[in-house]
Structure formats: C-alpha cells, structure tokens
C-alpha cells in the first residue's frame, strides 16, 4: 500500500513536465482589413505549451494606392522558460477564397533576421518595397521551444511615394518586451500554482 501510494504521488509529480513536453501545431488566419495608405499595422501572437510548438500565421490585407512596405517583427528569449526558433515573416501576394482559406501567391520578400543581447532579441526586418495596391498575405512562422511556450509582436507600416517610412524597431520593441513579460509572468505564477498544489496531495 505505501509503495502503490509513493508511486501514484511520482506520478502526479512528473505529470507537469509530461504536459509541457507535449508537442502541438497551430495555424491561425488573422484579418487585419483594408486600409488606405499610409497606415501602421500591429500584429502580435503568443504560444504555451502544450497549447501549440510549430506555428504559423497568416495576416490578410489590402490598401490602396501603391505604397512602400516594410515590416519588423520581434522574439524576445529568456533561457529555455520562454522563446521562439526559427522564426520567419515572409510576404505575398495573395488573398482568402470564399471559404476563408489561405490562398497563397507570388513571394515578394522574406525578412532578414538580425539578433542582439547574447542571442536574446530576434529581429526580423522587411526592408521598404514598392508595391501596388491588392490584397497580400504576411506569414509568420516558428517554433515555441520554451518550456512556457513563446511570443512574438511585429508592425507592418504602408507609405505612398514621396513619403519617408516612419522606422518603428524602437517602438516596436517596447511593445514586444511589455507583451512578452506580462505572458511571462501569468504563466510562471500558473505553472507554479499547479506544481505546488500537485505535490501537496502527496
């Protein structure tokens, strides 16, 4: 009987650690809608474990007139608790048919990665690009190999010729960190509250 009880508490104990190395995928279509240029917009996800690892996001638009694009999208990592790997923002021509799936066209761009702070920031910037007024498609893709998963925020800015494009990384950043923290803190108070009160039955 005490050997059966000392196994069903081990049990209990390793069930958190079972959880959180349980690997998941995600898509998700985002709308961020039509707009005229020039217009920022945001776009943000947060991944935890098991909810999703591999992700990938598809966020619709279109404008009108023809604009310069460019857009930044940012990955904070803190140890192996909280981080995306292989984070990629690409952008296409493209649009949803009339059952809401991705419809996927030509590649324009894909985004140049740059990290600083020992590796801890990934930043992904699409350079400004001339392009028409239609329908387009931004992809981002990557992996949650946090233990609490993963976070990312980005912003896609549109200005018509004869405009500078407004540089956002500064801006962006601030809000990438706050996001990331406030998601880092609500699932490390949750995990620690299910620990403790798993191994108190024991």
């Known amino acids: 009987m005490n050997m ?18 349980t690997e998941h995928s995600t898509a998700a279509t985002i709308i961020l809608g039509d707009t005229t ?11 935890t ?6 992700f990938t996001d598809w ?14 999208t940012i990955s904070l990592k803190s140890g ?3 981080g995306i790997t292989n984070l990629q923002t690409k952008l296409y021509q493209g649009q949803l048919d009339a ?30 690009l001339l392009v028409q007024g239609g329908r387009y498609l931004l992809k981002v893709s990557g992996r949650a190999t946090g233990t609490l998963g993963g976070s990312y925020s ?16 500064v801006s ?10 406030f998601v880092f803190r609500g699932r490390r108070y949750l995990v620690k509250g299910q620990n403790e009160n798993t191994l108190s039955a024991c």
Request: one cysteine or more; hydrophobic letters at 45%; charged letters at 10%.
């Open 172 to 181: 962006l950043l601030g809000i990438g960190l706050a996001m990331i923290g």
């Open 4 to 21: 059966h009880r000392k196994n069903k508490c081990l049990q209990l104990a390793l069930l958190p650690l079972a959880i959180l190395l």
């Open 99 to 128: 059952n809401g799936a991705v419809q996927q066209g030509l590649l324009l761009a894909e985004a140049i990665v740059s990290t600083s702070g020992s590796a801890n920031t990934t930043v992904q910037s699409i350079s400004p």
């Open 37 to 47: 240029s020039p217009r920022i917009f945001t776009y943000k996800d947060s991944f």
């Open 154 to 169: 980005g912003s896609l800015n549109l200005v018509p010729p004869g405009q500078v494009p407004v540089p956002s990384a």
């Open 59 to 72: 966020f619709v638009f279109s404008f009108n007139p023809t604009s310069y694009l460019d857009a930044k």
């Open 49 to 54: 474990r098991p909810s999703s690892s591999e």
């Open 80 to 82: 192996s608790i909280f």
